[in-house]
T-cell receptor
Framework: DTAVSQTPKYLVTQMGNDKSIKCEQN?????MYWYKQDSKKFLKIMFS???????INETVPNRFSPKSPDKAHLNLHINSLELGDSAVYFC????????????FGQGTRLTVV | AQSVAQPEDQVNVAEGNPLTVKCTYS??????LFWYVQYPNRGLQFLLK??????LVKGSYGFEAEFNKSQTSFHLKKPSALVSDSALYFC????????????FGSGTRLSIRP
């Protein structure tokens, strides 16, 4: 069983479109994250949710809107896609608590053309 | 601000030789430090962590890391490298009292030549 699963794995779309990436975890974790990895492999946190509540929003444009219908799901919706949004987006989850490690999905490679 | 630095973009090691991937940290208070590995086209996998206690922590795949408070370092090590260890390695620190924010270093690409 996949612990953290993201869909789709690849996403190619045109500028200006709206798209969503879904994430589900079956680990019973109460904290979920979205990370963006750019072309230089640098990882930056975008959002963090704890028990469906937004904890962190790292100066991400308003075009990005996370939604957590329950603590096992954290979806990412992106409006009006731009070329600079092209990246790999990783979902992750963990238990709450500073000493806990995160489990990552396999990533969604978004290409905006 | 909490941060970690990985001074080397790439580390090249011959198979069978020991390897070290460097990481230094800057945190206020007690650090919670982690190492993750990323294989091509995959997500990150947890390797090991330091929370408290013994400065030498052991993790997956024969890796270990040594927490050095005086040098504010948390270098990743392995006594004998394998070609299959070739991957991208990230050092990370937890920011805040909860696990709500994991800050990653810039990553080090480890290349093991046969």
């Amino acid at each position: 069983d996949t612990a953290v699963s993201q869909t789709p794995k690849y996403l190619v779309t045109q500028m200006g479109n709206d798209k969503s990436i879904k994430c589900e975890q079956n680990l019973g974790h109460d904290t979920m994250y979205w990370y963006k990895q750019d072309s230089k492999k640098f990882l930056k946190i975008m959002f963090s949710y704890n028990n469906k509540e937004l904890i962190i929003n790292e100066t991400v444009p308003n075009r990005f809107s996370p939604k957590s219908p329950d603590k096992a799901h954290l979806n990412l919706h992106i409006n009006s896609l731009e070329l600079g949004d092209s990246a790999v987006y990783f979902c992750a989850s963990s238990y709450q608590g500073a000493g806990t490690e995160a489990f990552f999905g396999q990533g969604t490679r978004l290409t905006v053309v | 601000a909490q941060s970690v630095a990985q001074p080397e973009d790439q580390v090249n090691v011959a198979e069978g030789n020991p390897l070290t991937v460097k990481c230094t940290y800057s945190v206020s208070g007690n650090p919670y430090l982690f190492w993750y590995v990323q294989y091509p086209n995959r997500g990150l996998q947890f390797l090991l962590k330091y929370i408290t206690g013994d400065n030498l922590v052991k993790g997956s795949y024969g890796f270990e890391a040594e927490f050095n408070k005086s040098q504010t370092s948390f270098h990743l090590k392995k006594p004998s490298a394998l070609v299959s260890d070739s991957a991208l390695y990230f050092c990370a620190v937890i920011r805040g009292r909860s696990a709500s924010k994991i800050i990653f270093g810039s990553g080090t690409r480890l290349s093991i030549r046969p």
